[in-house]
Nanobody, 114 residues
Framework: QVQLVESGGGLVQPGGSLRLSCAAS???????MGWYRQAPGKQRELVAA???????NYADSVKGRFTISRDNAMNTVWLQMNSLKPEDTAVYYC?????????WGQGTQVTVSS
């Protein structure tokens, strides 16, 4: 299984931006990659995903504000988050999926607060 390490989380004011990175230990070329988040007391939810061919999909709550991208040569996936809202506060997890087998990172905290 591929090992994933997230970075880039932190504290940001409402309306601000953050860019999360997910570095993989090996090739992600054939993996579907995604970002999930989990807020306190809530279930983990899909935020954005990008397939190996490059097509992306987003949760309705982040459409137009977040952008997922990948560079297979760098074994890295990013999540650009703009116009952040307090309700975006959560631990964000990187996910790699191939043939139904999931790998997860340890998570990075994003807090949106004034």
């Amino acid at each position: 299984q591929v090992q994933l390490v997230e970075s880039g989380g932190g504290l940001v004011q409402p309306g601000g931006s953050l860019r999360l990175s997910c570095a993989a230990s090996s090739s992600i070329r054939f993996y579907a990659m995604g970002w999930y988040r989990q807020a306190p007391g809530k279930q983990r939810e899909l935020v954005a995903a990008v397939l190996s061919a490059g097509s992306a999909n987003y949760a309705d709550s982040v459409k137009g504000r977040f952008t997922i991208s990948r560079d297979n040569a760098m074994n890295t996936v990013w999540l650009q988050m703009n116009s952040l809202k307090p309700e975006d506060t959560a631990v964000y997890y990187c996910n790699a999926n191939r043939f139904g087998v999931n790998s997860w990172g340890q998570g990075t905290q994003v807090t949106v607060s004034s």
